[in-house]
Nanobody
Framework: QVRLVESGGGLVHAGGSLRLSCAAS??????ERWYRQAPGGQRDLVAA???????TYADSVKGRFTIAKDSAKNTVYLQMNSLKPEDTAIYYC?????????WGQGTQVTVSS
């Protein structure tokens, strides 16, 4: 069983930065992703990193967000810069462990204008 603990969310002014963390225990994780879900919206993919280190981003966050992983710590990060009010959402990490994928509990990010 994999346990994921997310942290780093909070309230920030537009233009500010936050770094989200998703720390895993119980199994080695891979193919890490970050999703977000705004109020009344669907859960959308924000960023992904492959086992080889290749990254992909939603168009809305390209150039502002960076996904990274620390394999030694079994942790994935999302660095978010130049935040905008439209980035306000609950952010979820999603990882693979073995043949299954797991979700984190979510962390709230609120960007004020």
């Amino acid at each position: 069983q994999v346990r994921l603990v997310e942290s780093g969310g909070g309230l920030v002014h537009a233009g500010g930065s936050l770094r989200l963390s998703c720390a895993a225990s119980g199994s080695i994780i891979s193919a890490e992703r970050w999703y977000r879900q705004a109020p009344g919206g669907q859960r959308d993919l924000v960023a992904a990193i492959s086992n080889g280190g290749s990254t992909t981003y939603a168009d809305s966050v390209k150039g502002r967000f960076t996904i990274a992983k620390d394999s030694a710590k079994n942790t994935v990060y999302l660095q978010m810069n130049s935040l905008k009010p439209e980035d306000t959402a609950i952010y979820y990490c999603n990882v693979q462990a073995g043949l299954l994928r797991y979700w984190g509990q979510g962390t709230q990010v609120t960007v004020s204008s």
